[in-house]
């Protein structure tokens, strides 16, 4: 699918401050070379403050930054979604995997974003799924609900479980991860989210609920929600997702995988909040796929 392209923009803050253009792009933005930005520039592309930038002007504070990228072929991705709930404030979808949430990389159109927004144009996400994770996600219909659910997510009044597929036989049957995460140095992205000594607080509750040989089904509960939390987590704790490309055990990167690849397990399975309307627990489930189904006795 090709679409109308895409501008990417960012305010600058004290990080780009002092910085030209060209050095900004290329350092704060690897996931092209140099000389591609370079090119950019010269096409006209790349703006500052709205009028065409040049690779020496040099960044302040509160600038806008704009990359106008011209449209492209989309990759191919499943462009559906289920309803799982909604009135007026709140539409709860689930996602199938390999659909991202918002647009990002080479996704745009082909996003559960853009597909929710043709359906329901007000609707804004309250926050996202990794594109290989399947699942609940919330969105708010209306200012008022995406204030209060977002108070609630800062809060951590929110109850969110997983389903996955771990690796391994571990030697207990529940688990308590409270191992920090944040960015660490990535060859290909500059920075990465994994277990970190530095990073901020995280927390997941891991509860087996079936055994596979050289692998086991459970279920958790997170109670923070850090990028890739479940995966770093459970690869932190030994037991990395099962065809999980990104994590190796003790929770850091490869540094030749991005987070888009694919090929683990990982389910939006249940949330719990008070409703944004009236303050009434609402719990929501995502039927679980196939593969992650507990088996019959």
């Given at each position: ?29 690897q ?30 504070p ?30 709860a ?44 996600v ?12 977002s ?47 530095s ?80 303050g ?10 196939a ?7």
């Amino acid at each position: 699918m090709k679409n109308r392209g895409f501008s990417y923009r960012e305010t600058i803050d004290r990080r780009g401050a002092g910085h030209v253009v060209l050095d900004w792009l290329a350092a704060s933005h690897q996931h092209s070379s140099r000389e591609t930005w370079q090119e950019r520039i010269h096409r006209g592309e790349v703006e500052l403050d709205e009028r065409p930038a040049t690779e020496g002007d040099r960044l302040a504070p509160g600038q806008v930054l704009v990359w106008h990228r011209p449209a492209w072929d989309e990759p191919e991705v499943p462009r559906s979604f289920e309803v799982l709930f909604e009135d007026e404030a709140i539409l709860a979808v689930s996602k199938p995997s390999g659909l991202p949430t918002m647009p990002a990389g080479g996704f745009y159109l082909n996003t559960l974003w853009s597909l929710v927004r043709e359906r329901d144009p007000e609707a804004s996400p309250c926050h996202r799924l990794g594109r290989g994770t399947s699942g609940i996600v919330l969105f708010t219909r209306t200012a008022s609900a995406s204030a209060a659910l977002s108070a609630t997510f800062r809060d951590r009044g929110i109850r969110k479980v997983y389903r996955t597929l771990a690796e391994g036989a571990p030697p207990w049957a529940e688990l308590d991860i409270a191992q920090p995460i944040g960015p660490v140095e990535h060859a290909r992205l500059g920075t990465i989210h994994a277990a970190s000594p530095s990073g901020k607080a995280a927390r997941s509750r891991v509860h087996v609920l079936e055994r596979r040989g050289d692998a086991f089904l459970a279920d958790v509960e997170i109670e923070t929600g850090r990028p890739h939390q479940i995966r770093i987590h459970l690869a932190w704790a030994g037991h990395p997702l099962v065809g999980d490309p990104l994590y190796l055990r003790g929770g850091v990167p490869r540094p030749d995988a991005l987070p888009g690849d694919e090929g683990y397990a990982l389910h939006a399975l249940r949330v719990g909040f008070p409703h944004p309307s009236n303050g009434d627990w609402t719990e929501i489930e995502a039927p679980a796929p196939a593969g992650l189904l507990t088996r019959a006795p």
